[in-house]
Structures are given as structure tokens and as C-alpha cells.
């Protein structure tokens, strides 16, 4: 879905970057623009822009706020194209102008800079000189799908090759691809503005994916070529209403992890986060036909753990 301009839903999206970007960057904070919203002088904005609505229908004192929403601009288009202030504020706070609502924004901070993560490396990148890394010829192991700064990553399909544990808690979707469709009615969640992922059993339901240096794993592409939520970024949603130790896996437009792809074998590998809510859980695959993570008989909703298990990636 597009992130409208002025919602608290963008807002949060731009903040939630920031701090990724800042962790990624290996600084030691950064300073939050601003705290809350708070009243500007609008007076050199009037001495360049019209006082009487230019809008028809529209009052004198409202035509700058429905300027700034129904055509979702951030700026004037008299004058200088001076930013827009609707209802003389200043909007970008964590908090509303008394500080008594706290925006999304609020929420998504707090707990961004309550991340505890573990020593991960992040991306795919440290493979080139791991011990147990992949080959030059592996998927993964190529300059490609490294994030090479000088080639785009490569798309691959991940499969699981080995369980998360047994029974009817373990990764039991063995052989199943990771996949991100909107055909069974539990893949969009009330309230969730992404998509769940998970593990197909058929190949011609396989998702394509790319992982870049800094390790955004990105939905690329679908085997069937359906359009679904390309360039959306792999993200951990809801506890599982089993265990609140273990989160739902979605797909969501804006990124909010990163991920670490660990060898463990010939070709194959452990998706483990690097950077989110979960720092340092794997990525597992729930079984087929049974239990809470059961989507239908050909597939099993995904989630992270604290067990490993392996999957295999196909160019």
C-alpha cells in the first residue's frame, strides 16, 4: 500500500529508517527532529504566498492544510515553494503539540533504540572470507548477489532444506519455498499493512529474493511473474499467538530488519537477523496441514525462532 505524505504511518516509516540507517552506519546515536509539534511564525510565508484562498470552496484559513493533503505536496507552488505549514505547525514531532498523544512514531522509536541485538554480521558479504563460505559459483557466493556496488544482487529462491526442530512446533516445510501471495484470506492480517510469508511446496510458487551488502532482504520477484508487492522487504510482524518467543514473518513496504545469511554447508545457509525486534532469531518454516502456522495443504506460514534451520538458495 502507499504510504500517504502527512500520515503517521509515513512518518513512522522515515524514522524507523533513520535509525536502521544509523546502526548500519556505526554511529553512537543520533539526535530525533523533533520531540513534538510545535507553532511556527507564518508571516514570511504569507509576505510570498496569497492570504485569500486560492482554492474554490475552501476558507482562507484551511486552503494550506488542503493544499498539503489532497495533493499530497510538502511545499507551496506560489513564490518561492516554500514549505507548507498547515495550522501554523511545525508536524514533525514524536508528539502532538500539547505532548499528550504520542504518534506512531513515538512507538517505533522507543522500541528501535530497544533493540538488543547480538555480534551478527550482516548481509551476505562475510561469506567471501568465511571458513565455511560459499563458492564463486553458489548463488550466494557470487559478486552479484553480494551487493556488489558495480552489479545489482541476483534473484534466488530460498527452500528449506533442514528442520527448526520436531514435531509440531519444528520446521517441518521441508522442500517448501519461501513465497508471499494474497489468495488465502489469513495472508493479510487485520491491522497488518503487510503480507505474511511463507513456505510453498511448489516451485511455481516461489518468491525470488535479493539480499544486498547491507542485508535488506527484498521480495525481487515471483516464479509465476504476479506483481505482488515487488521491492517490499522482508520484516517480522505479531508474536505467533503459540509462543510470543517466536514472530510472524511479513513482507512490508518499508524496511524495519536486517538479515545475516550464515553458511552451514554445501550451498546452504541460515537467514538469522541482524538488525530488528528479534535480534539474532532464524528464520524457520512451520509444518503442512496442521497446527498454528498451517496455511493449507501445499503450505505453512513462516517465522523467526531461536532454533536454526537451514535453506537452500537457487538462482
Not at 20 to 49: C, H, K, P, Y
Request: glycine fraction near 10%.
Amino acid at each position: 500500500q502507499q504510504l500517504a505524505k502527512w500520515s503517521e504511518d509515513l512518518q513512522a516509516a522515515i524514522m524507523l529508517a533513520s535509525v536502521i540507517a544509523m546502526q548500519i552506519a556505526g554511529f553512537a546515536g543520533l539526535a530525533i527532529w523533533q520531540f513534538s509539534d510545535n507553532r511556527v511564525d507564518t508571516a514570511i510565508f504569507f509576505e510570498d504566498n496569497p492570504r485569500e484562498s486560492p482554492l474554490l470552496n475552501v476558507s482562507d484559513a484551511d486552503w494550506v492544510e488542503q493544499l498539503a493533503i489532497h495533493y499530497e505536496t510538502t511545499n507551496s507552488p506560489h513564490g518561492m515553494h516554500l514549505p507548507l505549514r498547515p495550522r501554523r505547525q511545525n508536524n514533525k514531532g514524536l508528539l502532538s503539540l500539547d505532548r499528550r498523544w504520542r504518534k506512531q512514531a513515538f512507538h517505533v522509536v522507543r522500541e528501535a533504540f530497544r533493540w538488543s541485538c547480538p555480534p551478527v554480521a550482516i548481509g551476505w558479504q562475510h561469506l567471501l572470507t568465511a571458513p565455511s563460505g560459499l563458492s564463486s559459483g553458489h548463488p550466494l557466493g557470487s559478486a552479484a548477489a553480494l551487493g556488489s556496488p558495480s552489479r545489482q544482487p541476483s534473484p534466488v529462491r530460498l527452500v528449506a532444506v533442514s528442520s527448526a526442530g520436531s514435531g509440531a512446533e519444528g520446521g517441518l516445510c521441508l522442500g517448501c519455498y519461501l513465497a508471499v501471495h494474497t489468495w488465502n484470506a489469513a495472508d493479510r492480517p487485520e491491522g497488518e499493512p503487510g503480507v505474511r510469508v511463507h513456505g510453498h511446496l511448489l516451485e511455481s510458487r516461489a518468491a525470488l529474493w535479493t539480499m544486498d551488502a547491507i542485508g535488506l532482504l527484498r521480495l525481487a520477484g515471483h516464479a509465476d511473474d504476479r506483481q505482488t508487492a515487488l521491492g517490499w522487504h522482508l520484516a517480522v510482524a505479531a508474536p505467533r499467538d503459540v509462543d510470543v518467543a517466536s514472530r510472524r514473518l511479513v513482507v512490508r513496504e518499508a524496511a524495519s530488519a536486517l538479515w545475516s545469511a550464515e553458511a552451514v554447508g554445501d550451498g546452504e545457509v541460515v537467514l538469522r537477523m541482524a538488525l530488528g525486534t528479534v535480534c539474532g532469531a532464524y528464520l524457520a518454516l512451520g509444518g503442512v496441514g496442521g497446527g498454528d502456522e498451517a496455511r493449507d495443504e501445499t503450505s505453512a506460514f513462516a517465522s523467526v525462532r531461536a532454533a536454526r534451520a537451514a535453506v537452500d538458495a537457487e538462482g
